[in-house]
């Protein structure tokens, strides 16, 4: 069906308060991965997902982010307390398997500015 | 570590003219080169990987280990091929896949 999609498309929030972004992977697909770009940086991995596991987190900024995957589909990141270094905007990818022969396909991002 | 830099943020050239976006990498084992490209509005996506060895739209990417280098090159650029064009490697760290992406470089094509 379609592509990867992402919700909100953009978000607005104030500093210290937490934020959901969600994930929606092309259907079948078990690998998942978020990304964050900043303003003038390149894409940075942050997670990435195999079914409904995440074996290496080491790849989130700080303890405050967070992510969690159910139904191999369906993926959230959150980010507690958000801080103005968090502003970016955060891209999901989904492919077959977790395999660097299987194309990422990516989400549209979600743009979060901390005020 | 594993390190993909991209020398440029912006190229600039006019339509018809050749076009060769700097890539060199970084990484200690075999790695897995990619070009992707997110045109305006557009999600990212991929333009072509260094295994295929294909030509999308024109354009190709030489690996060359030497040099540590993934330069992606067209002949005679086109006033659609402007986007942003960045350059990832995928290590295949402790066997998964993850992509490191260069900061990108803008291509814009000048009628």
């Known amino acids: 069906g379609a592509g990867v999609s992402q919700s909100p498309s953009n978000k607005v929030t104030e500093k210290g308060k937490d934020v959901e972004l969600r994930c929606d992977p092309i259907s079948g697909h078990t690998a998942l991965y978020w990304y964050r770009q900043r303003l003038g940086q390149g894409l940075e991995f942050l997670i990435y997902f195999q079914g409904n596991s995440a074996p290496d987190k080491s790849g989130l900024p700080s303890d405050r982010f967070s992510a969690e995957r159910t139904g191999e589909s369906v993926s959230t990141l959150t980010i507690q307390r958000t801080q103005q270094e968090d502003s970016a905007v955060y891209l999901c990818?989904?492919?077959?398997?977790?395999?660097?022969?299987?194309?990422?396909?990516f989400g549209p991002g979600t743009r979060l500015t901390v005020l | 570590a594993q390190r993909v830099t991209q020398p440029e943020k912006l190229l600039s050239v006019f339509k018809g003219a050749p076009v060769e976006l700097k890539c060199n990498y970084s990484y200690s084992g075999s790695p897995e080169l990619f070009w992707y490209v997110q045109y305006s509005r557009q999600r990212l996506q991929l333009l072509l990987r260094?295994?295929s060895r294909e030509s999308i739209k024109g354009f190709t990417a030489d690996l060359n280990k030497g040099e540590t280098s993934f330069h992606l090159k067209k002949p005679f650029a086109q006033e659609e091929d402007s986007a942003m064009y960045y350059c990832a490697l995928d290590g295949m760290n402790s066997g998964y896949s993850t992509l490191t992406f260069g900061k990108g470089t803008m291509l814009l094509v000048s009628p």
């Open positions: 260094h295994i």
């Open positions: 990818a989904s492919s077959l398997e977790l395999r660097a022969s299987d194309e990422q396909f």
